[in-house]
């Protein structure tokens, strides 16, 4: 998180009052009577962390100390745009009250005003400087996107009534809602416009719609729907005139927005799970065994906000605790052999099961869609209805299964199946995007209208959860299915796009292959032109994964080595500590070296073995 | 929800923004949830000094805001956000408290004061008592004392490094930076 990576490491950030009434820094209002004592201030940043000892400060006094050690990291002091984000940041994590931010703000901005009149900058700086004011601004604005103020309110409510869990998953289908209306509103206005527009023109070339609207076209899409802008086979391979004089190649358009949109998810998605990932698993390593620490330090949601979710939460935690308790009283009988032998069979025994089904449910589908799928009436809706039955019974089964390994499934909200079924609603999106360009519109508002029934049905058939929900990792794993979804679809459609030629009708009629939309017609490359060795040289798929593979060993390794470091850092202070302790008491004990280098030893010495009087290092 | 030019000027909600992790809209909104909670106190312009120097007592504050009246902590919350140390905050000072509960907040400076929430006597240290104080006001349900003793002392043997038996600053931070769920359960949304 710091900003100041190239500056010297972090040094220890230590906390000292001045006394325990005023809890923040020195009194502002003196209390009448307190002789001065010597007295030690938190000045704030981590990088500004000297303890100041004096008598006791006033206000103005303290904010001037802080200021003083702000001025001497030139990098905040100058008067560039740069700097003055600096300053902003550096502010806005002081942790000190408000009206002492304000106050050094005040100085700062005076100091360093004092300097600038001092050294004035010219004409031309200045424009750069206010140039670059509103890129940063733009920049600000667009990475903190605030779509946060959608649906707010509704937000808000059901994390006050039931928590973060189910809040978790609201989030995620805000997120996809928004990336999805992107999407849908690109597609809409770069492909299909300019086709109605071309439709409605009338000039030779556009087909006009011979068929009639019955109803049931609407179950199946074809009939009526098979010559609208719904469908690829209905964009034209031809060019254009949108406005005299510019013309407007319709293969072109569509191919490169729908490859642009996709990579563009791609690229987001995987921007975000990385993130995820680090902050929910890499960041948070060797933290998984600080259980108790967990559910005592970071087990109150503090987004509750109603008397139910509320003692709900609290008796969560109470029987999670007494759980912890139990488990670590159980007697050497439930640890046995045979114990473990019978739980790990009937695991093993219920995954093969489960693969098993998966296996032949897939089965199922393939040979439905083979034998149903192409006589081009009703009985194509034969494996949509099939597999949407599938989705309701089975989990039911799985359910039941999983009940007699003993676990408890829930009987609210069930996040995960939702979560799911959002992700599944998701694929579909995108399997179905490069042959629809009006899929985005109609999944959009399908998930418009999914966001107020999963409020209504949150709101009024369900309650607050029982247990605690593991936000943070669970949300890492959605966000980590979902992406490799995408990139299984997009290899699909890559496939596609190199491999199967494209029918008759719709925008890519008159070419072999759909990539050769690009090479062909913009690049004029023909297909054995020396660039496409080249390409087709690095972008081996084998060559990138091993390049990747080793560059996620070295990471790994880096990381390691790193922890290592402080695990031997609070070691050492700990063996030190107790030397110092030990040799101010007179005994002088010597050292084995060998183990003071090795962090995996234990220490010398026992720490019970000393009473706490002796380790008190203040 | 109110001209902003009226509740404040220019120059302060640009003071405010810089100062926390809001922006405008959320600075006026979290200015009208503190009226709510007195508005026989709080004035609706707050131009002079009203906003360092108004204060809404302790009692009025956890019973009526309710972001914080269902929260076992939210005396411990208001006292270490309050310039007396009583828990009677001002505006400024509610301000600052939800800032550090936003989600724009980093990492570092909710430790901080997560730190500071559990020091419940201000010693600089997170001792046994303040885990038993902790655990009391948690839990609605009684634990038994021998089972909160128990549970004091994991949690001591989890996160102590140097051995004396109590938590530092630093002791704490290298526990809660690795929990995964501390951002998202230190978080109240304005």
């Given amino acids: 998180?710091?900003?100041?990576?190239?500056?010297?490491?972090?040094?220890?950030?230590?906390?000292?009052?001045?006394?325990?009434?005023?809890?923040?820094?020195?009194?502002?209002?003196?209390?009448?009577?307190?002789?001065?004592?010597?007295?030690?201030?938190?000045?704030?940043?981590?990088?500004?962390?000297?303890?100041?000892?004096?008598?006791?400060?006033?206000?103005?006094?303290?904010?001037?100390?802080?200021?003083?050690?702000?001025?001497?990291?030139?990098?905040?002091?100058?008067?560039?745009?740069?700097?003055?984000?600096?300053?902003?940041?550096?502010?806005?994590?002081?942790?000190?009250?408000?009206?002492?931010?304000?106050?050094?703000?005040?100085?700062?901005?005076?100091?360093?005003?004092?300097?600038?009149?001092?050294?004035?900058?010219?004409?031309?700086?200045?424009?750069?400087?206010?140039?670059?004011?509103?890129?940063?601004?733009?920049?600000?604005?667009?990475?903190?996107?605030?779509?946060?103020?959608?649906?707010?309110?509704?937000?808000?409510?059901?994390?006050?009534?039931?928590?973060?869990?189910?809040?978790?998953?609201?989030?995620?289908?805000?997120?996809?809602?928004?990336?999805?209306?992107?999407?849908?509103?690109?597609?809409?206005?770069?492909?299909?416009?300019?086709?109605?527009?071309?439709?409605?023109?009338?000039?030779?070339?556009?087909?006009?719609?011979?068929?009639?609207?019955?109803?049931?076209?609407?179950?199946?899409?074809?009939?009526?729907?098979?010559?609208?802008?719904?469908?690829?086979?209905?964009?034209?391979?031809?060019?254009?005139?949108?406005?005299?004089?510019?013309?407007?190649?319709?293969?072109?358009?569509?191919?490169?927005?729908?490859?642009?949109?996709?990579?563009?998810?791609?690229?987001?998605?995987?921007?975000?799970?990385?993130?995820?990932?680090?902050?929910?698993?890499?960041?948070?390593?060797?933290?998984?065994?600080?259980?108790?620490?967990?559910?005592?330090?970071?087990?109150?949601?503090?987004?509750i906000a109603t008397e139910e979710a509320a003692e709900l939460k609290s008796s969560a935690i109470y029987h999670e605790l007494k759980e912890l308790l139990s488990e670590s009283y159980e007697t050497e009988w439930d640890r046995s052999c045979f114990y473990k032998f019978w739980t790990c069979t009937i695991q093993a025994v219920v995954n093969i099961l489960i693969l098993v089904v998966l296996v032949g449910v897939a089965w199922a589908c393939w040979s439905l869609l083979e034998q149903f799928s192409f006589k081009g009436d009703g009985s194509v809706l034969v494996t949509t209805v099939a597999v949407n039955i599938i989705m309701m019974v089975f989990p039911i089964i799985f359910n039941y299964i999983s009940k007699c390994r003993g676990k408890h499934p829930e009987s609210e909200f069930d996040i995960s199946k939702h979560t799911l079924q959002i992700i599944y609603n998701q694929a579909l999106f995108w399997v179905g995007f490069l042959y629809s360009p009006i899929l985005p519109a109609l999944v959009t508002v399908k998930m418009f209208i999914i966001w107020y029934i999963r409020e209504g049905c949150v709101r009024n058939f369900c309650k607050p959860p029982r247990r605690t929900w593991r936000a943070a990792q669970t949300q890492t794993f959605f966000m980590m299915l979902i992406f490799v979804t995408l990139v299984l679809i997009v290899a699909g459609h890559g496939y596609t796009l190199k491999s199967i030629s494209p029918s008759d009708c719709g925008t890519f009629r008159n070419y072999e292959r759909m990539y050769q939309m690009v090479t062909r017609g913009v690049a004029n490359l023909e297909d054995d032109h020396l660039v496409w060795k080249i390409v087709i040289y690095i972008t081996k798929p084998g060559a990138i994964a091993l390049i990747m593979i080793e560059q996620a060993f070295a990471q790994k390794e880096k990381v390691k080595m790193l922890r290592d470091m402080l695990v031997w850092m609070s070691k050492d202070k700990k063996f030190l500590n107790q030397m110092y302790t030990k040799v101010t008491r007179g005994d002088v004990i010597g050292v084995r070296d060998n183990r003071f280098m090795d962090p995996s030893h234990i220490l010398p010495y026992e720490v019970h073995g000393y009473s706490t009087e002796d380790v008190d290092s203040n | 929800m109110g001209n902003k030019l009226v509740t404040f000027s220019e120059q302060q909600l640009d003071n405010y923004q810089d100062c926390t992790f809001f922006t405008r809209k959320e600075i006026l909104r979290v200015h009208k949830k503190y009226r709510e909670i007195r508005p026989d106190l709080v004035p609706k312009r707050m131009r002079k000094n009203e906003q360092a120097t108004i204060r809404i007592p302790v009692e009025d504050i956890t019973e009526k805001l309710p972001e914080l009246h269902e929260n076992p902590f939210k005396k411990r919350i208001c006292e270490v956000f309050s310039r007396d140390g009583k828990g009677n905050l001002s505006f400024e000072d509610i301000l600052d408290l939800l800032s550090v509960f936003s989600e724009q907040a980093p990492r570092d400076i909710k430790v901080f004061y997560a730190f500071r929430i559990y020091d419940f006597d201000n010693d600089k240290h997170i001792g046994p008592e303040d885990l038993d104080n902790a655990l009391i006001l948690l839990m609605r349900q009684e634990l038994t004392p021998e089972d909160r003793q128990q549970i004091i002392e994991k949690v001591i043997e989890e996160a102590d490094v140097d051995g004396d038996g109590k938590l530092s600053y630093m002791e704490f931070e290298h526990v809660i930076t690795r929990a995964p769920d501390f951002l998202s359960t230190f978080h109240i949304r304005i």
Avoid at chain 1, 48 to 57: E, K, S, V
Avoid at chain 1, 192 to 221: A, M
Avoid at chain 1, 249 to 254: C, E, G, R, T
């Fill in chain 1, 1 to 303: 998180m710091s900003r100041y990576v190239n500056e010297e490491p972090i040094p220890m950030f230590e906390i000292n009052h001045p006394e325990p009434g005023p809890s923040r820094h020195s009194h502002y209002d003196h209390a009448s009577g307190d002789s001065p004592r010597p007295t030690m201030v938190v000045s704030g940043h981590r990088k500004f962390n000297t303890i100041y000892a004096g008598p006791q400060d006033n206000f103005d006094n303290h904010a001037d100390k802080i200021v003083a050690k702000m001025e001497q990291h030139r990098a905040l002091m100058e008067d560039t745009p740069i700097s003055e984000q600096l300053r902003k940041e550096a502010l806005r994590e002081l942790p000190q009250c408000l009206t002492m931010k304000r106050c050094v703000k005040k100085k700062l901005s005076k100091s360093i005003s004092r300097k600038s009149q001092r050294n004035p900058i010219g004409f031309w700086k200045r424009l750069k400087y206010r140039l670059s004011i509103k890129v940063a601004k733009t920049r600000h604005n667009f990475k903190h996107f605030n779509y946060f103020e959608l649906w707010h309110g509704t937000l808000k409510d059901i994390e006050g009534h039931f928590g973060s869990g189910y809040a978790s998953y609201f989030k995620f289908l805000r997120w996809l809602f928004v990336m999805n209306l992107l999407v849908s509103l690109m597609a809409f206005s770069l492909i299909t416009v300019p086709q109605i527009i071309y439709d409605s023109s009338g000039t030779n070339g556009t087909v006009r719609n011979t068929r009639h609207f019955q109803l049931q076209n609407i179950f199946i899409g074809d009939g009526f729907f098979k010559e609208t802008v719904l469908y690829y086979g209905h964009y034209t391979h031809n060019t254009i005139a949108l406005v005299p004089y510019l013309s407007f190649y319709m293969p072109a358009a569509y191919f490169s927005v729908t490859v642009i949109l996709y990579l563009l998810s791609f690229f987001i998605l995987g921007v975000s799970v990385a993130q995820s990932y680090r902050r929910s698993f890499i960041e948070t390593e060797g933290g998984l065994q600080n259980i108790y620490a967990n559910k005592v330090f970071c087990g109150w949601d503090y987004a």
